[in-house]
């Protein structure tokens, strides 16, 4: 195995995907006639400027995005401004709600469903010059009512993380990296020592969804509730076992509030997480040496989770074609790149795969997670269904998966068509 040092900052990406789910849909107060495009059904054209609001990472982000809107700008004359929010589900929600949204905004998947369904947003994604280049599942994840609404504007996976010197202290190598269920619970088990564990993670479907993945199941399969799966409930079994004998745990049991955090305090000697875990341990455990790993096979395969926003199109923004060759721009393969040097999210097309794999060969885990990448529901109403999940996740050493996965499917079953 050879060790890897943390280098770029990815910054606090993480902030975005860990609660990728808890963005609601804010549709409160939208005005349901909205109708997108102009009169003969394309899309309006105007000298109007243009607003866009993004809700930022940090400061790297904010002037990235800055910098390559404002390059545009020169480029094509037209005006547009970028905004960093504080909150972004409340002053989104509260524009739409004032009659004076911005013209383009980072939109959540779990939101789309909402904004989508009161007229608030513009279906453009087939408009798109780029529209093939994004990875299908990227595509599907911004797809309502076979409606492709909106340009993927990046993306991040779950990967196994770990501890090099850990790793090798327990005489382990790289031909020990588990590629599936039964090997990760061996080396776990292996690296479990007095006041460390093996493996930890978050306790919530943002995490231990990966492992629905792999056992072949997930929340909602062709548009329908599938929590209650056989293949759930033996995913849910495994966690619950290794929970239960102490070789994996979750973070906040350890006392940390995420998997990277128990991981960079040498709490686990291995975690579950994204590419933002880059960025935190950059900052915080410099001198931490690391391997990331594909997340091993379960009894249906491999399985990860993919996390992403959009680049969301006001269905009454004035000057529509502007902003969609806006956003081709800020999608494009150079820029991309670009915001992947400076503050960390993969690309979504698939264009620039080779580029950003030679730029970070030992990251390459989590680009390869694309291929098999779940995305977590994007109905209206998902985000409270996961919630509540979540909340029934922390107690899962204590409890009966079977029964948790039926009021999950329950939950669902109220939210899907």
């Not at 900052?9 to 549709?27: E, I, Q, R, S």
């Not at 010059?129 to 797809?143: A, E, I, K, Q």
Request: glycine letters at 12%.
């Amino acid at each position: 195995m050879t060790p890897r040092s943390t280098r770029s900052a990815w910054g606090a990406t993480a902030l975005l995907a860990v609660g990728a789910l808890t963005l609601t849909a804010c549709g409160s107060g939208f005005d349901d006639s909205g109708s997108g495009g102009s009169a003969d059904g394309g899309l309006t054209s105007s000298d109007d400027s243009l607003t866009v609001l993004i809700g930022s990472s940090g400061d790297a982000e904010t002037t990235a995005v800055t910098d390559a809107v404002a390059a545009w700008s020169e480029e094509s004359g037209i005006d547009a401004t970028v905004q960093a929010a504080t909150d972004l589900p409340q002053e989104l929600s509260q524009g739409f709600a004032a009659g004076s949204p911005p013209d383009v905004f980072y939109l959540s998947g779990d939101a789309l469903a909402g904004y989508a369904g009161n007229g608030s947003i513009q279906a453009y994604g087939d408009d798109l010059g780029n529209r093939d280049d994004f990875y299908p599942s990227l595509v599907d994840n911004f797809t309502v009512d076979d409606q492709f609404f909106c340009a993927p504007k990046d993306f991040s996976t779950l990967a196994l993380v770990i501890n090099t010197q850990l790793w090798e202290q327990a005489g382990l190598t790289d031909a020990d990296i588990p590629t599936d269920w039964d090997q990760l619970a061996s080396v776990a088990q292996q690296l479990t020592t007095d006041g460390r564990v093996g493996l930890a993670f978050g306790a919530e479907y943002q995490r231990v969804g990966a492992f629905l993945a792999q056992a072949g199941g997930g929340l909602v399969t062709d548009g329908a509730a599938t929590a209650d799966s056989d293949q759930n409930v033996e995913a849910l079994d495994y966690v619950k076992t290794h929970l239960a004998d102490g070789t994996f745990a979750y973070a906040s049991d350890l006392g940390a509030g995420w998997g990277g955090e128990a991981f960079g305090k040498q709490l686990s000697a291995m975690t579950i997480e994204g590419n933002w875990i880059t960025g935190g341990l950059a900052a915080d455990y410099p001198d931490l040496a690391y391997t990331v790993a594909p997340l091993p096979s379960g009894p249906g395969g491999e399985g990860t989770l993919q996390f992403t926003n959009c680049w969301g199109m006001a269905a009454d923004s004035p000057n529509q074609q502007a902003a969609l060759d806006l956003i081709e721009f800020l999608t494009s393969t150079d820029q991309q790149l670009a915001f992947s040097e400076a503050f960390g999210p993969m690309p979504s097309i698939q264009s620039a795969a080779d580029a950003w794999r030679s730029a970070n060969p030992d990251l390459e885990a989590f680009l390869d997670g694309a291929e098999y990448a779940q995305f977590p529901p994007n109905q209206d109403g998902a985000a409270d269904v996961i919630s509540d999940f979540n909340a029934q996740l922390e107690t899962l050493s204590s409890s009966d998966p079977t029964s948790i996965l039926q009021t999950v499917q329950s939950n669902l079953e109220a939210i899907v068509g």
